[in-house]
């Protein structure tokens, strides 16, 4: 046997018991598991030394897949996860001035005409195109739109289409919006929760610009104090607050804690760069507010869970489509470069289907990490990354990591403390 390289781990001592012994958390990439043991164990386990631990021990880890069998090449099964089938199809539709990702990507800007029926039927004829294939279970739909009040019936058109193509087919049908929190009123809300069913909604927050902050705020707890939600409607607010001042951010979430929004608000906290501020004091920053959301009772993604693909830009199941009926992977693409753009288009919805290109050089991703073998290759985050962002690593923008490359040791601890405070999740623990 030997020690998945797919690990974190990080060290935890009692600090009202100076004579305790010190604990190693380690967390498996693999599974997403927990095992929290002595230092000295977690020593016996990384020099090899298995025969002087407990044979319950062994199995454990060999179960949450931190220990492996010695003959086994790891990256080789993770690349093997490419051919497994997707049951699922994900459909993007982009409906913006600007993107509403907050994703940092890109800040540019385009001209948009107001939707029309020929692109309600076009977009209609696609869906219903793309749900041939007979094994599908489940159909996910995003939309991103700026303003609310333009495209509403454009939502609307699509929605109630979506909703009877899958009824007809059997299908699971989820919906969640991107949009500015300005134009979500409480009399929009209504419309696109009862006639889209539509329940997550990703807002950003601008804390630079207190204005429409204010007026997102207001929005958001008017429909949660108003609004008559039931436990099984599942609507979540994930609001994605973007600031330079961690100040502010406490804030905000203090004054959505009053309101006792906690059952419909979720935070991802976005601290901007600078050339002051380094990536590492941005994620203490991001852990600082993580931690104090979940004090206040919100309840939080601390640790990142097993993916196979970095995002949707990889995913030949994902689908993002354009103000012009352009067809990509990635709903940022329309936004890059001439270059990246041609290297990354996979048609059109008013071309003929058999037009389409199936590949395109970010749905190559899996295969360009095992021939070429670029930094992720070797990263212990990759089965929880992906490989990041594609899109900003082509830009050159930066190597595409997430956020809790840099605090990952942090979130662990966290998210070990706060399992032991609520027992809502299951940590093995050996003190031996």
Not at 52 to 57: G, Q
Not at 132 to 140: E, P
Not at 213 to 230: A, D, H, Q, R, W
Not at 282 to 298: D, R, S, V, W
Request: glycine letters at 4%.
């Amino acid at each position: 046997m030997k020690l998945s390289k797919y690990i974190i781990t990080t060290s935890i001592a009692d600090e009202k018991d100076a004579k305790s012994t010190s604990q190693t958390i380690i967390y498996s990439c693999l599974s997403n598991q927990t095992i929290v043991v002595t230092d000295d164990v977690f020593r016996k386990i990384t020099n090899g030394d298995l025969h002087m631990l407990d044979k319950r021990l062994i199995i454990e880890l060999q179960n949450s897949n931190i220990l492996i069998s010695k003959d086994k090449d790891e990256i080789v099964e993770l690349l093997g996860c490419e051919k497994l089938i997707n049951d699922n199809i994900s459909l993007f539709l982009n409906l913006v001035e600007s993107c509403q990702s907050g994703c940092n990507s890109c800040s540019k800007y385009y001209d948009i005409s107001k939707s029309g029926n020929e692109f309600v039927s076009s977009i209609s004829n696609f869906i219903e195109h793309r749900l041939i294939k007979k094994d599908l279970k489940t159909f996910l739909l995003t939309w991103k739109v700026d303003d609310l009040i333009k495209y509403i019936e454009t939502i609307l058109s699509i929605s109630i289409s979506n909703l009877k193509i899958a009824d007809e087919k059997d299908l699971f049908y989820s919906s969640s919006l991107i949009c500015q929190g300005i134009f979500l009123t409480e009399e929009v809300f209504k419309r696109l929760f009862n006639l889209c069913s539509i329940k997550k909604f990703h807002i950003s927050l601008e804390c630079s610009n207190s204005e429409a902050t204010e007026s997102t705020i207001t929005n958001i707890l008017s429909i949660t104090e108003n609004f008559p939600f039931l436990p099984q409607d599942g609507i979540i607010f994930e609001v994605n607050i973007k600031s330079f001042d961690i100040g502010h951010v406490i804030e905000i979430i203090d004054r959505f804690s009053r309101a006792e929004a906690q059952n419909r608000i979720t935070f991802k906290f976005d601290f901007l760069e600078n050339d002051h501020v380094s990536k590492d004091i941005l994620a203490e920053n991001e852990i600082e507010c993580l931690f104090y959301a979940i004090e206040n009772g919100f309840i939080q993604s601390i640790l990142p869970t097993r993916v196979i693909l970095p995002c949707a830009a990889a995913d030949h199941d994902s689908v993002s489509v354009d103000k012009d009926g352009n067809l990509f992977s990635c709903n940022v693409l329309p936004l890059s470069t001439p270059d990246i753009i041609s290297d990354n288009l996979i048609g059109n919805i008013n071309e003929d289907f058999k037009d389409h290109s199936p590949e395109t050089k970010f749905r190559k991703w899996l295969y360009d990490l095992g021939e070429n073998m670029p930094i992720c290759y070797n990263c212990n985050l990759l089965p929880v990354c992906g490989g990041g962002c594609l899109l900003e690593r082509e830009e050159g923008v930066s190597l595409g990591c997430p956020s809790f490359k840099y605090n990952i040791e942090d979130r662990l601890l966290i998210s070990y403390l706060n399992q032991k405070s609520h027992f809502n999740e299951c940590i093995i623990e050996y003190y031996q």
